[in-house]
Nanobody, 126 residues
Framework: VQLQASGGGLVQTGDSLRLSCVAS????????VGWFRQAPGKEREFVAG?????????SYADSVKGRFTISRDNAKNTVYLQMNSLKPEDTAVYYC???????????????????WGQGTQVTVSS
């Protein structure tokens, strides 16, 4: 499956953005999908995850809980990350990833994911 992340940009503190992760080649609904981010000079970190099929299970990093929402539209083969109340510390390159194994307990681990998108830059100015 090929993943294309988009929707990043330059915004101000408190603004919102919606990132999209569009899949081609396979049905994204069959995959557990995660969003990760990497800030300059830092390790890539887990942001949010959504389970496959209905996406009834979702998970967030503590740093984004209550501000970010992950969702999926299987008909559009797309997973979204709605980001509200953005802060300068949210500045990073955001990546979406898909896991064919779909083990929920491993959702925050990079090694659990088989496919990665190219990343989209989010910059939040203060």
């Amino acid at each position: 499956v090929q993943l294309q992340a988009s929707g990043g940009g330059l915004v101000q503190t408190g603004d919102s953005l919606r990132l999209s992760c569009v899949a081609s080649g396979r049905t994204l609904g069959r995959y557990l999908v995660g969003w990760f981010r990497q800030a300059p000079g830092k390790e890539r970190e887990f942001v949010a995850g959504i389970h496959r099929n209905s996406g009834s299970s979702v998970s967030y990093a503590d740093s984004v809980k209550g501000r970010f929402t992950i969702s999926r539209d299987n008909a559009k083969n797309t997973v979204y990350l709605q980001m509200n109340s953005l802060k300068p510390e949210d500045t990073a390159v955001y990546y979406c990833a898909a896991s064919s194994g779909g083990i929920w307990s491993s959702r925050a681990l990079e090694d659990a994911y088989d496919y990665w998108g190219q990343g989209t830059q989010v910059t939040v100015s203060s």
